[in-house]
């Protein structure tokens, strides 16, 4: 340590006494100006967390003298977007969907905010890109295949009052029996064999055959002669490509023994007019719509 | 180490001011028509009107930050075509790399706008105030009502050129003749009016008080040239084995053991930059060669040869130190290294000009929707969706039929709103956003392969040009 200030030729000011490799450092003191802008600083960031919140405390933090919230201002912006949209949205929640152009403005912003409100409430179980689940039996919304009608009323009546709930006495109503109950694991076997036909699958012809006296007698009411389906009954078309749960043998097997119950909620109890009609036309336009 | 002096030595120097006197001579001149060519060049290019029809603006050249456009004459920039602008940029950089090493600061000396403009403020300067000896006068005259009206006079006249510096920039970046009119009854945004007074402010400070100070503490330019500097580059310079030892000729003793230089310090009072050539080359020189005129028409008179000042370079100075002649001109600026920049700088606007000619009015790209890869149809049909981007770089809306090549059997279907149809309807100057479905039937390979490759086409119904993009089509496989 220097017992005594070394003064620097060139600027006046003493150093520090630190040295590295002959280079000294100045001892500069910081401006005063700078200092009394750090003071500021401080001063400020105390005022600050009083006049807003900041201080934590168990359950919540101080609210501040000044009552500010970042969420009042959230909700007092989308007031502000709501009211901007309010004739858009008015049109679209009075509008009959079948007869609304695909060029009306109310139309466009219907697609548009269905994607949100579908993200929001359906992409749970049908997936964010609507294909559903065929494991879990949530129905793929983008094929032409549609259990209930794929036109703008059906999906609109669908959304509206969903499918097997408790809660909407107008809910879409059908059960298929668990033929585990009824039949023998022989003949479902064989009407397995026959259903199987139908999509034109491997199968076992002598099984199926037998298995189609079987259909005849205990599912056609349901499926249709030919497993065309029915969809007043929301009983699924068996003599396509599309399955719900799934048309490998074992699958099959498994809906016959014991039935499937798909339950989907009313989102007319839950969501606003103008919500339902948004996502009935953002489903209506994603490729199988009728 | 231990003394302390009484008043530590001030790292800050006050600026000496400089009043330039006029001159005249080749240099000058060629200055003036520089000063002219840009100064009409910046005021005079946003009224130039061009014609491109009814959906696009007849501004030559113009800025549409709104719209992301840039026009200029018959070539209209989109934003993805940034790279001419950055191709642009390189080549001014490779420009001023060649210049430099040629002529040293020949775009300091000529075309900067801090030169250009600090010379049009020092010509108002002179016309007001007058000539080097009465500003000098003026300056050190105290405060009267003489020196307040000249001083205002300047200042209004600075003023009203930095305003129309400033209210010509913003003239890029909209419809002038709209704007100007606009401007004058205080409807126009209220950024043009910020930027106006921006730019007049930085233009009134910059070329009215700050001059030859921009050059010497704020632009970064000169440090860089430096090392773009050789032996060869031509920078002016003052032969001072023919001047020196200068003096006044006539009353000397011994006159005839003097050189050519009779100190008059005409070569000084011209500076803008304020500084002695006959001192060497100087990091505050701009090289604007208005000292060559100065001398020359001194030497003129005095009958000596001209050139005492003059546009040389190092290595001539080591040649006729020598008494060697120094290299024509003509070597100091074709050297390798003046034509290896040459040949980079031509090579980027070739390529340029080349990719301007080539470039397709249409442009094509492709989003396959990956969310699901694909879906199976009731038939067992198999179906890909992708968004197309069509964008239609003329100025007339334009029809196109969509469609795709393939090695394997594949339909496609356009959605254009909510009805499937087979061509488009593309507005003029837009991008047009279109869901394509591409469907395998089950007995055809695509559906059951892992992926196929296929190429959306969309192709102008009446003229036939066409743009491609390549995609693939996901099967079951």
Redesign the interface.
Known sequence: MADKQEIDDVTGTDTTGHEWDGIKELNNPLPRWWLWTFYGTVVWGLAYTIAYPAWPLINSATTGLLGYSTRAEVAERIAEVDAQNAELTERLASADLATLAPDDPAHRFGVAGGASVFLAHCSQCHGSGAAGVQAAGYPNLLDDAWLWGGTLEDIEYTVRHGIRNETDPDARWSEMPAFGDIMSDEEIGQTVEYVLSLSGQDHDAAMAEQGMVWFQEQCSACHGDNGEGIRELGAPTLNDAIWLYGGDRETLIETVTYSRFGVMPAWGQRLDEEEIKAVTLYLHQLGGGE | ?????A???S?YVAREPIFPRRVKGKFRTLKWWIMGVTLAIYYLTPWIRWDRGPNLPDQAVLVDLAGRRFYFFWIEIWPHEFYFVAGLLIMAGLGLFLFTSALGRVWCGYTCPQTVWTDLFILVERWIEGDRNARVRLWNADWSLRKVRLRVTKWIVWFLIAMATGGAWVFYFADAPTLAADLMTFSAPLVAYSTILILAATTFVFGGFMREQVCNYMCPWPRIQAAMMDNDTLTVAYRHWRGEPRGKHIKAEGADQLGDCIDCMACVNVCPAGIDIRDGQQMECITCALCIDACDEVMERIGKPRGLIDYLALSDEEAETQGAQPRPIWQHVLRPRTILYTAMWSLIGVALVYALFIRSDIDLTVEP?R??QF??????AV?N?YTLRIRNLTAEDRDFRVMLTSEEILRIDV?S???VANHVTVPANETLQARV?VIAR?QDAAADAETTDLRLWVEDVETDDRAGVATIFNGKG
């Open positions: 180490m231990t003394q302390s002096p008043s530590p030595p790292l929707v969310n699901p879906v199976t149809l009731s038939d067992g179906r969706t959605e709103d909510g009805a479905y089950p």
